[in-house]
């Protein structure tokens, strides 16, 4: 199993997404929330299933919301860049690099 490490970005982006399901919805943040979790496990078993995105990082799509995982592994450490929405801003966390 490999180590799993967050931009310090990441946080805030997953709160605000958060907050504006919840917001749609009672409860449906915390659906966004155990997919993303499910999205980390699975990442963290398998790495290098998903395909090169850009910048030698891969993409994990989420299945129930517009979300992409954006991660590189290295090693036995996976570095996850960003929580992107699928249509927003697409290349924004190329920065973080």
């Given at each position: 199993m490999h180590n799993i490490i967050f931009h310090p970005d990441i946080e805030h982006e997953v709160k605000a997404s958060?907050?504006?399901?919840?917001?749609?919805?009672?409860?449906?943040?915390?659906?966004?929330?155990?997919?993303?979790?499910?999205?980390?496990?699975?990442?963290?078993?398998?790495?290098?299933?998903?395909?090169?995105?850009?910048?030698?990082?891969?993409?994990?799509?989420?299945s129930k919301f517009p979300y992409s995982v954006i991660y590189r592994a290295h090693n036995k450490t996976i570095f996850v860049v960003a929580v992107m929405h699928n249509s927003r801003k697409?290349?924004?966390?190329?920065d973080r690099v």
């Open positions: 958060y907050k504006w399901y919840q917001g749609q919805t009672n409860g449906l943040g915390d659906d966004f929330l155990n997919e993303l979790e499910t999205a980390f496990e699975t990442i963290t078993g398998l790495p290098d299933t998903w395909p090169i995105f850009q910048l030698d990082f891969r993409r994990f799509l989420l697409p290349g924004y966390w190329s």
